[in-house]
């Protein structure tokens, strides 16, 4: 099966410094890569799609100078949480997509905690 | 308004015993569903897509209702090892498939 991992798994740091976040497919070329955050005891709530070699789309109310996406090859999509605050501290998951097939297959999450 | 909403629950079950719950969704152009499974800390895993005519795989039931928009899952024989949130998700009708995940309904088998 497809195979997505994410690195660093879990990451502390301290406030105002950035953290860059890496998805990887292993055993596919994905087209479309999407970020997710989710805070306790919440839905899973799309932060960003990204597609090789083009600009990410954000969603409405997620500011893109603060979490800046780049998705450099069909295998790695990395976030990077720019001067991030106690506020980002929360579990980033990402998907990805191969080609026209339907199924996001999910990493393993990053859980980032923000001192 | 949310567009999938779901009972948070929990809904404890003992072992054994049938477990069902809903799910609704908001819009109606929404196409494709699912219902993921999420253990503690750890990533959504999909367990199974929803079909309109309703489908089945070993013990775990869906059922789409579009008229209603609402989705349900049933789960029977339950196991200790199904106790995990379950996310209802609703494949938004646009180019990129986006996925609108519900908070989950938290099931709790207890032996």
């Known amino acids: 099966g497809a195979v997505v991992s994410q690195h660093p798994s879990r990451v502390i740091c301290k406030s105002g410094t950035s953290v860059k976040i890496e998805c990887r497919s292993l055993?596919?070329?994905?087209?479309?890569m999407f970020w997710y955050r989710q805070f306790p005891k919440q839905s899973l709530m799309l932060m960003a799609t990204?597609?090789?070699?083009?600009?990410?789309?954000?969603e409405q109310g997620v500011e893109k100078d603060k979490f800046l996406i780049n998705h450099a090859s069909l295998t790695l999509s990395t976030l990077t949480v720019t001067s991030a605050h106690p506020e980002d501290s929360s579990f980033y998951i990402c998907?990805?997509?191969?080609?026209?097939?339907?199924?996001?297959?999910f990493g393993p999450g990053t859980r980032l905690t923000v001192l | 308004r949310k567009e999938v909403e779901q009972d948070p629950g929990p809904f404890n079950v003992p072992e054994g015993a049938t477990v069902a719950f809903n799910c609704t969704y908001s819009?109606?152009?929404?196409?494709?569903f699912f219902w993921y499974r999420q253990d503690c800390r750890k990533e959504p895993k999909l367990l199974m897509s929803?079909?309109?005519s309703g489908n089945e795989d070993g013990r775990f039931t869906a059922q789409l209702n579009r008229a209603s928009q609402y989705i349900s899952l049933l789960i029977r024989d339950s196991k200790l090892s199904d106790s995990a949130t379950y996310l209802c998700v609703a494949k938004k009708d646009d180019s990129w498939g986006k996925l609108q995940f519900g908070a989950g309904t938290q099931v709790v088998v207890t032996p």
């Open positions: 055993d596919f070329q994905a087209t479309t």
């Open positions: 990204s597609n090789e070699g083009s600009k990410a789309t954000y």
């Open positions: 929803v079909y309109s």
């Open positions: 998907s990805a997509v191969q080609g026209a097939v339907d199924t996001q297959y």
């Open positions: 819009n109606s152009a929404s196409q494709s």
